[in-house]
C-alpha cells in the first residue's frame, strides 16, 4: 500500500498538477490577457507534445539508469516546472516549462506504473493500480477547489497554490518509493513481439488519448465561456472532475477484480463515451454535472487497461507494453491535440471537438470487446 500510494503521488505531481491543472486556468488566462485563445490552446497541445518526447525517451534512460534515481529525478523536474510557470514571462516561457512537464509526466506514468503492476500481487492488482490513478483525482480535485479561489489574487496567486500542491506531491512521492526494491539496469532486455492481444490494448489506448482530449484542454471553457456560465461555474465543474477522479478510479478497480479486467474495460470505455459526448447534445446542468463526473473517472480506465496489459502479457514483459501504450498515448494525444486545437480555432466550435473524443472511446470499446480473444 505505501509503495502505491508512492506511485499516486508520482502520478498526482506528474499527470494531476502537470497536466490537468492547466485546464481550469485556461479561461482566466485568456480573460486576463496573458495569452490569446489561439495560444492557451497551442500550450496545452505542447504539454501533450512533450508526453510523447518523454514516451520515446523511456528506452534510453531504461539502459542506463535504475528505475528509482529516474523517478525521483523525474519529479524534481516536473516541480521545477511547476515553480517556473508562476513567473509571467508570456507564452514561449510557458511552452518551455508546460513541454519539459509533459516530458516528466510520461517518464513518471511508465516508471511508476510498472514498478507497481510488477510488485503486486494478482488478486490486489486492481485495488493497487486504482489506489495508483486515484493521485491524479486528487490533484484535479484540488486544483479545481484551489484556482477558482486563488484566481481572486491573480494568476501568479493560482500557479504558486499548484506549485505547493506540487511540492506536497513531491515528499509523499519520494516517502512511498523508499519501500521499493530497485531492480537493476538490464544489461539485455529486449521487448517481446507484438501480438493481436497487446496490440488492441495498445490502440485502444491510443484511442483513449484522444478522448481525453477535449476536456482536458476545453471544459473548463466550454462552461464558462462557450455556455456564458462563467468561471464560477467553470470551477465548480472542474471540482466535479476531481469528485469522479477520486472516487471513480477507486470504483473502476473494484470492478475490474469482481467482473474481470476484459469485461470492465469495455464498460468504462463505453460509459466514457456518453460521457464526453453528451454535453455538447445536451447543454443541461445535469448533464454538465454527468459529464464532468464521468470524466473524472477516466483515470479509472487507465488502470484496469494496465491490469488488463498485465494479464494478457505478464508481469515480465508488462514494463515494455506499458512504454507501448505510453507511447501510443504520446503519439495519439500529439496529434489529436494539435488537430482538434486547429479545428476549433478554425471553426469556434465546441460541438465538433467534443464529439470526435466521443467518437473515440467508443471506438477504444470496440478494440477491447473480449471477442477477439478468449483470455
Known amino acids: 500500500m505505501r509503495l502505491a500510494i508512492g506511485g499516486g503521488a508520482t502520478l498526482l505531481v506528474g499527470m494531476g498538477i502537470g497536466r490537468f491543472s492547466y485546464t481550469p486556468l485556461i479561461p482566466a488566462i485568456i480573460l486576463d490577457g496573458a495569452l490569446t485563445a489561439a495560444e492557451a490552446g497551442y500550450i496545452g497541445a505542447f504539454n501533450l507534445g512533450g508526453y510523447l518526447i518523454g514516451a520515446l525517451a523511456v528506452p534510453f534512460l531504461r539502459r542506463r539508469y535504475r528505475a528509482l534515481p529516474v523517478l525521483k529525478a523525474a519529479l524534481l523536474i516536473s516541480l521545477v516546472c511547476l515553480v517556473a510557470s508562476i513567473f509571467p514571462f508570456g507564452f514561449l516561457w510557458l511552452v518551455w516549462w508546460r513541454t519539459l512537464v509533459g516530458i516528466t509526466v510520461a517518464v513518471l506514468m511508465i516508471y511508476s506504473l510498472a514498478l507497481v503492476t510488477t510488485s503486486v500481487p494478482g488478486d490486489c492488482l486492481g485495488k493497487a493500480t486504482g489506489v495508483v490513478f ?69 490502440t485502444a489506448q491510443g484511442l483513449f488519448a484522444v478522448g481525453l482530449v477535449p476536456h482536458s484542454i476545453y471544459w473548463v471553457d466550454y462552461v464558462a465561456r462557450g455556455l456564458e456560465l462563467g468561471m464560477g461555474q467553470g470551477g465548480v465543474q472542474w471540482v466535479l472532475v476531481g469528485v469522479g477522479a477520486v472516487g471513480g478510479t477507486y470504483l473502476c478497480g473494484w470492478l475490474a477484480d469482481r467482473v474481470g479486467f476484459a469485461s470492465a474495460l469495455v464498460l468504462v470505455f463505453s460509459v466514457l463515451a456518453v460521457g464526453i459526448a453528451i454535453p455538447v447534445l445536451i447543454p443541461t446542468q445535469g448533464m454538465l454535472i454527468a459529464s464532468s463526473l464521468i470524466f473524472g473517472a477516466q483515470p479509472g480506465l487507465s488502470a484496469v487497461i494496465s491490469g488488463r496489459a498485465r494479464q494478457v502479457v505478464g508481469a515480465q514483459d508488462m514494463p515494455h507494453v506499458w512504454r507501448r501504450m505510453v507511447l501510443s498515448v504520446g503519439i495519439s494525444q500529439t496529434v489529436s491535440g494539435y488537430a482538434l486545437v486547429a479545428l476549433f480555432n478554425a471553426t469556434g466550435s465546441y460541438t465538433h471537438v467534443f464529439l470526435i473524443g466521443g467518437a473515440a472511446m467508443a471506438l477504444g470499446a470496440v478494440f477491447s470487446l473480449p471477442i477477439w480473444d478468449r483470455r
Open 134 to 202: 486515484t493521485g491524479v483525482g486528487v490533484a484535479i480535485l484540488l486544483s479545481g477547489t484551489l484556482v477558482p479561489g486563488l484566481l481572486a489574487f491573480g494568476l501568479e496567486a493560482a500557479w504558486t497554490g499548484l506549485a505547493v500542491v506540487g511540492a506536497i506531491g513531491v515528499a509523499l512521492g519520494w516517502w512511498g518509493l523508499a519501500v521499493a526494491r530497485d531492480a537493476p539496469v538490464p544489461a539485455h532486455d529486449p521487448p517481446p513481439p507484438a501480438d493481436w492481444a497487446s496490440t488492441r490494448l495498445v
